[in-house]
C-alpha cells in the first residue's frame, strides 16, 4: 500500500464517523495518487480556493512585467492600496460580504475603492479579490481569457467558464466549479512552486507568497490566525487554501489533499484532521 492510499483510508475512515458530508477526497503524496467519492463526479463551486486562481493570475501578470503586486492602484494611490494588499486583505477597506454584493452596486470595484482604508488591516472580503481582478483586467484584458492558454489550458481546464458580475468581470474571490481531481491539479501545481508537467506556469515567487509574508487576522481561531496570498496557516504544521462549504486543499511537505464537500459546519475539524494525518506520516 502506498502512503497516499494508506492516507486516503484513514482520511476515508473519519469522515465517515463524523458524517462529513464530503463529496470527493483526492490525496497525492510524492507521486503517488489515491482518491475516493461518495457522491458523482461534477463539478462544484470552489467558493474561495477560486482567491488562489485570482492570485495565480496576478502573478503570471507580473512575470510578463504587464503589472506590479506593490504599485499604488489608482484613484486609491494616497491610501498606498495595492494589488498585494487586495489579494492578502490587507488593504483595511471594510466591506461586508452579501448575497447580493456583485449587484448591490452600479460598479463594485469603484465602490470598494472609494471607501476609506484603516490602514494595514486585515478585513476579509470578496469584495477585495473582486476588485483585485477588475483593476487586473484593465492591463491583460478579460481575466479568464487571459488565463486560458497560461493556465487552463496547461491543467487540462480548457472548457472551465468562470462566474460573471453584471459588468462581465470575473468574480475573482469565487465562481469556479471544478471537479475534485481538477481542484487537486492547482494543489499540485502550488506544491511543486509553479511548475506542471516539466514547465513553469508561475514564477515560484508568487507560489510561495502563499503562504509566506503571513500577516496576522485578530482571530483566536486554529487555522485562522494568519493569511497569506490566498492561503490560510494551519491547522497545525499544514497550510491550506480554504472554500465555503468544505471546499479544501491542504499542503503538508509533499502531501497534497483535496476535498469537495457541502459541510460548512464540519469543515475545520476535518482540515485539522487532514492536517494531523498528513504530517503524521
Request: aromatic share 8%.
Amino acid at each position: 500500500m502506498t502512503h497516499a492510499e494508506a492516507l486516503r483510508d484513514e482520511l476515508v475512515r473519519r469522515i465517515d464517523e463524523t458524517a462529513f458530508a464530503a463529496h470527493g477526497l483526492h490525496v497525492r503524496v510524492g507521486d503517488d495518487v489515491a482518491e475516493h467519492r461518495w457522491t458523482p463526479d461534477v463539478r462544484e463551486e470552489i467558493h474561495s480556493v477560486a482567491k488562489a486562481v485570482s492570485v495565480l493570475a496576478a502573478g503570471i501578470a507580473a512575470d510578463e512585467g504587464l503589472v506590479s503586486l506593490d504599485e499604488p492602484i489608482e484613484p486609491a494611490r494616497e491610501r498606498d492600496v495595492t494589488l498585494r494588499r487586495l489579494l492578502t486583505m490587507t488593504s483595511g477597506i471594510d466591506f461586508p460580504w452579501s448575497p447580493t454584493l456583485m449587484s448591490d452596486w452600479p460598479d463594485l470595484a469603484a465602490e470598494f475603492l472609494s471607501r476609506p482604508s484603516r490602514g494595514r488591516v486585515f478585513q476579509y472580503s470578496n469584495a477585495s479579490t473582486y476588485t483585485a481582478m477588475s483593476v487586473l483586467s484593465e492591463r491583460v484584458g478579460d481575466i479568464e481569457e487571459y488565463l486560458r492558454p497560461r493556465l487552463f489550458s496547461p491543467l487540462g481546464l480548457d472548457d472551465i467558464v468562470w462566474d460573471r458580475c453584471p459588468n462581465g468581470r470575473v468574480l475573482g474571490g469565487e465562481g469556479l466549479s471544478l471537479r475534485t481531481e481538477e481542484m487537486a491539479r492547482l494543489g499540485l501545481l502550488i506544491r511543486d512552486r509553479g511548475v506542471w508537467d516539466g514547465r513553469r506556469l508561475v514564477s515560484m515567487g508568487i507560489v510561495d507568497a502563499m503562504h509566506a509574508g503571513w500577516v496576522d487576522t485578530g482571530s483566536t481561531g486554529d487555522g485562522y490566525r494568519r493569511y497569506a496570498l490566498a492561503g490560510w496557516e494551519g491547522p497545525g504544521a499544514a497550510w491550506r487554501l480554504h472554500g465555503a462549504y468544505g471546499q479544501l486543499i491542504v499542503f503538508a511537505g509533499d502531501a497534497v489533499v483535496t476535498v469537495s464537500a457541502d459541510d460548512h459546519a464540519g469543515a475545520d475539524a476535518i482540515a485539522a484532521f487532514v492536517a494531523e494525518a498528513a504530517t503524521g506520516r
